[in-house]
């Protein structure tokens, strides 16, 4: 799993059919600091996760392992919006303030 930051949305109006009605983001991934680590994916997204959320995202066949999306073609999902990250007993991250990095919040 990642974690990855919600950037923005993909809108396709023609798709495989198995994908209507599937929200999709654009979600930039981070390391557990919070610095962005050039990877960007497009993500279905079921649980309402918007722009700015830092979000867990599971990748490859586990993707389809949910009921909503069971048989669909699909290699990314948004399993969690995360409201706080620790690391070596410190949090990096709360949703309330964000990510601290060399001691100032963002």
């Given at each position: ?5 919600v950037?923005g ?31 960007l ?66």
């Amino acid at each position: 799993m990642i974690i990855g930051r919600v950037t923005g949305r993909a809108v396709s109006s023609r798709k495989d059919e198995k994908l209507a009605g599937a929200k999709l983001l654009l979600i930039e991934e981070l390391d557990p600091e919070g610095a962005p680590t050039g990877d960007l994916a497009v993500t279905i997204d079921h649980l309402g996760a918007g722009a700015g959320d830092v979000v867990l995202v599971t990748q490859g066949s586990a993707a389809r392992f949910t009921a909503p999306t069971k048989d669909r073609p699909i290699d990314s999902l948004v399993v969690g919006i995360i409201d706080n990250i620790r690391l070596d007993g410190r949090e990096t991250f709360s949703k309330s303030s964000g990510f601290a990095r060399a001691g100032k919040r963002r």
